[in-house]
């Protein structure tokens, strides 16, 4: 099909753009070892994805579970990783544990609860990552996150929680603020977790627009949407 060949083609040539700027950010940075890429193609279809698979890409990102749950069962076979990165009603828990191998979106105890059931209702094997969402606006709380105050205590109760794995902080950077410091303050936050959980190593920051100061600061993980995939489309 010639426009899945011309899809194909525009795909791999922004993918290969995104790895060039994770090059050059970590050439800058002095780092050796790059972050891993998790391109987020929530609002794109599954046909999308398994281009991305074919392309080399491990790691995907969705923000809501009916769409995520169902690009999952479709692309099974391919072996993707899926990490959960929106605001999370528990009453989701259950679906998400089946097929997440993180939630990048943990922001409060009763999400830590429904998870925990859900995971071990599923008989999982491996334990589902979490992250703690850390929220580095003070003015602002409508994106979803913890207050860093609140992220230890969080991370002991994931910590002791049947079927999960404290895995890291992750936060987006508040609007209209430099995310240089918004990363900084996210280093810091996940530092602290890290010094009382040494596995909690993961630091997920870092979008199309500020991908290089996420990598400067340290992150271990990055979520990419619109420089992978253009543009998101209208949803129906
Ligand atoms: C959509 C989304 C991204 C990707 O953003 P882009 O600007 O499209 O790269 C990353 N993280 C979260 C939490 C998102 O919701």
């Known amino acids: 099909m010639a426009d899945r060949a011309g899809r194909r083609e525009e795909l791999a040539d922004r993918l ?7 090059r050059a950010a970590c ?12 391109v987020v193609t929530k609002f794109h279809p599954a046909s999308d994805v398994r281009l991305l698979a074919e392309l080399g890409v491990t790691d995907v990102g969705e923000n809501r579970d009916q769409e995520a749950s169902a690009k999952a069962a479709e ?35 009763q999400l830590v609860a429904a998870l925990s059931r859900a995971v071990v209702a599923a008989g999982r094997e491996d334990p589902l990552a979490c992250l703690i969402q850390v929220n580095l606006d003070p003015r602002a709380s409508g ?3 913890a207050a860093p105050e609140d992220v230890p205590e969080l991370g ?35 530092g602290g977790l890290r010094r009382a959980f040494p596995e909690a190593a993961m630091l997920s920051a870092g979008m199309s627009q500020d991908l ?4 400067a600061a340290g992150a271990t993980h990055l979520r990419i949407g619109t420089d992978v995939l253009g543009p998101r489309p209208p949803v129906g």
Request: aromatic share 4%.
């Open 156 to 190: 002991s109760l994931i910590d002791g929680s049947p079927g999960l794995r404290l895995a890291g902080v992750m936060a987006v950077a508040p609007l209209g603020t430099d995310p240089a410091e918004a990363f900084a303050r996210l280093a810091e936050v996940g």
């Open 143 to 145: 994106r979803g996150g």
């Open 212 to 215: 290089e100061a996420a990598v």
């Open 75 to 109: 692309l099974a076979g391919l072996g993707l990783r899926w990490h959960f990165i929106g605001q999370l009603q528990t009453n989701k828990a259950k679906s998400v544990a089946r097929y997440a191998e993180a939630v990048h979106s943990v922001d409060r105890p």
């Open 27 to 38: 050439g800058a940075a002095g780092r050796t070892e790059e972050p891993r890429l998790i």
């Open 16 to 22: 290969a753009r995104v790895r060039e700027r994770i």
